[in-house]
């Protein structure tokens, strides 16, 4: 639990924010498919412990379609049937990257998620994972917390 007061940098450093805003926004222009975008927003949220991010960027996936069933799934991706190779092959991008220390991105990785992707989605998708990876160390870093 956290006890202290953390710097509130929306209000502190408001081109921080701006800025992060701003990198978050050139995604919409991006051939890749919103949905997948949110699923990797969740997953990559899950495996950094973002609660604020997690609870965001589900609402918005289920406000986009997605379904209440998949996304608990998000967790156990790699066993569960309810994805399709693309999305497999983003939630593995995901999880390579967010995990980077790990194991770093081996050649087999890479080489498994660009059968899926085309050199141009390959770069819209890594962004999207730098992104929300970013948004999560705001959230954490900051304690930002959720509003009932």
């Known amino acids: 639990m956290m006890t202290s007061k953390r710097n509130n940098y929306h209000q502190t450093a408001p081109h921080v924010f701006k800025a992060m805003y701003a990198l978050e926004q050139t995604q919409a222009g991006f051939s890749l498919e919103g949905p997948l975008r949110e699923l990797v927003k969740v997953r990559a949220s899950q495996l950094n412990g973002c609660a604020l991010c997690l609870d965001m960027h ?33 939630l593995l991008w995901t999880d390579t990257l967010t995990l980077l220390p790990k194991d770093h991105a081996p050649d087999a990785v890479y080489d498994q998620v660009a059968a899926q992707f085309g050199e141009s989605e390959m770069a819209e998708l890594t962004l999207a994972i730098a992104t929300i990876n970013a948004w999560n160390r705001f959230g954490v870093g900051f304690a930002m917390q959720l509003t009932k």
């Open 58 to 90: 589900s609402s918005e996936a289920m406000q986009a379609g997605e379904s209440a069933r998949r996304l608990l799934a998000l967790g156990a991706w790699e066993d569960s049937p309810l994805f399709s190779e693309r999305e497999r092959a983003a």
